[in-house]
């Protein structure tokens, strides 16, 4: 798990070095600094501090119209599946781009549209998992130190606008796809994708950000 949050810790300081290369460019709008502060409280009211989710953004301003986007966290859940109780934590990614929907121009307010493809990897457990047989009482299945990634691809729309200065602040609303909805090996799957929620087909999500644009 260090080495995920090295990777996007490497990713988020290679993209903010680019954008600070070009910085000069008349195509270079520059850069902001995201921390989404909804998820985790939405999360501690709905699940009563079983799941708790953690994440940061950035995105890069370019032509007045497009922004390349980054997005990780990390997340720890404690839920049931497959009728065992599940305990799991791990890092994930998002890497996409959003197109401002208002006409071009310099203003610091944009509504936008976009594409993410996203992946997490992380440790579970599943434990007391019913063994159910029609003839023969089996005793309950244990799976202990799983690992599992899992991807997925969301649509995504929301808003930035400028507070004060550079302060910032936004949302987005996703419409999240699961891809890796089985397991080639039939191992044991985690009943919560870190990045994405509870493992089901489709997901809804949204995030509220604050930011500082550099």
Request: aromatic content about 14%; hydrophobic content about 40%.
């Amino acid at each position: 798990m260090n080495k995920v949050l090295l990777i996007l810790s490497l990713c988020c300081f290679a993209l903010y070095a680019s954008a600070k290369e070009y910085g000069d460019s008349a195509v270079y709008q520059g850069i902001s600094i995201k921390l989404d502060i909804a998820t985790p409280i939405i999360e501690l009211a709905r699940s009563k501090a079983k799941i708790q989710n953690y994440e940061i953004a950035m995105n890069v301003r370019i032509a007045n119209r497009f922004y390349p986007t980054l997005e990780a966290g990390y997340a720890l859940a404690e839920t049931s599946a497959d009728g065992g109780n599940y305990e799991g934590q791990g890092g994930f990614a998002r890497l996409g781009i959003d197109l401002s929907a208002l006409k071009k121009g310099t203003s610091e307010n944009c509504l936008m549209v976009g594409l993410r493809a996203g992946g997490a990897l992380q440790q579970f457990q599943i434990i007391d998992v019913p063994i159910h047989d029609d003839f023969w009482q089996l005793p309950n299945v244990n799976y202990y130190d799983q690992h599992h990634f899992d991807c997925w691809g969301e649509v995504v729309a929301g808003c930035q606008v400028q507070v004060y200065k550079g302060f910032q602040m936004g949302w987005y609303v996703r419409l999240k796809l699961l891809f890796t909805r089985t397991d080639k090996q039939g191992d044991a799957l985690p009943g919560y994708v870190p990045g994405y929620g509870y493992r089901r087909d489709t997901n809804w999500g949204i995030n509220y950000y604050i930011a500082y644009k550099f």
